[in-house]
């Protein structure tokens, strides 16, 4: 299977816990980017990565949120002192140039208790 | 600020029949459409594109149109299939920044 792998498929954490997500994208695909989605709600943009430089952070992502991509190829996103909001689909997603459709993972599912 | 939005949170359909799905946007920098369709438990999946240079784009019974002088554009799903049953999110960019921002989604319901 070459697709968006991300692990784990769910997380069950409490608040004020930190936890890391894993994305492994296409492998020939340069770009990756990471959204959320809430219930009833379409995926928000939250960060995207050319290689492993990280272009654009959105407001939606507080100082609690950090995203990396060491060596262009995986990532992983990690969310600090977790709280009951952070509840959320994360999805990744990478694409081989910035003209072609995003190609989505199956998505984390965090539940902050 | 919902620069793309679908004001239709649910659409209902008999097997055979035409589904018809509307999006609207507000930013004139997107030039680049996309739906995607998602069944629980899985992450969007691609279905078909447009490019502002373009008013149609066909791709076997999925057809999406673009008016952009209204801001609109739509997906065509003809005959319509009870496996076509799933969350419809239509997305925007501009494209030299490959950022989409989506749609609240429309759930399709397709009656065998």
């Known amino acids: 299977d070459t697709g968006v792998s991300q692990n784990p498929r769910h997380k069950i954490t409490k608040r004020g816990q930190n936890v890391t997500f894993r994305c492994d994208p296409i492998?020939?695909?340069?770009?990756l980017y990471w959204y959320r989605q809430t219930l009833g709600q379409g995926p928000e943009f939250l960060t995207y990565f050319q290689n492993e430089a990280q272009l654009e952070k959105s407001r939606l992502l507080s100082d609690r949120f950090s995203a990396e991509r060491p060596k262009g190829s995986f990532s992983t996103l990690e969310i600090q002192r977790t709280e009951q909001g952070d509840s959320a689909m994360y999805l990744c997603a990478s694409s081989l140039a910035s003209d072609g459709p995003l190609h989505f993972g199956n998505g984390t599912r965090l539940t902050v208790t | 600020d919902q620069q793309v939005k679908q004001n239709s949170p649910s659409l209902s359909v008999q097997e055979g029949r035409i589904s018809i799905l509307n999006c609207d946007y507000t930013?004139?920098?997107?030039?680049?459409f996309l739906w995607y369709k998602k069944y629980p438990a899985e992450g969007p999946t691609f279905l078909i594109s447009?490019?502002?240079?373009?008013d149609k784009n066909e791709d076997g019974r999925f057809t999406v149109f673009l008016n952009k002088s209204a801001k609109h554009l739509s997906l065509h799903i003809v005959p319509s299939q009870p496996g076509d049953s799933a969350v419809y999110f239509c997305?925007?960019?501009?494209?030299?920044?490959?950022?989409?921002?989506f749609g609240q989604g429309t759930t399709l319901q397709v009656k065998p």
């Open positions: 447009i490019s502002s240079i373009k």
């Open positions: 997305a925007a960019s501009a494209r030299h920044t490959g950022k989409l921002i």
């Open positions: 930013n004139s920098m997107f030039d680049y």
């Open positions: 492998s020939e695909h340069n770009r």
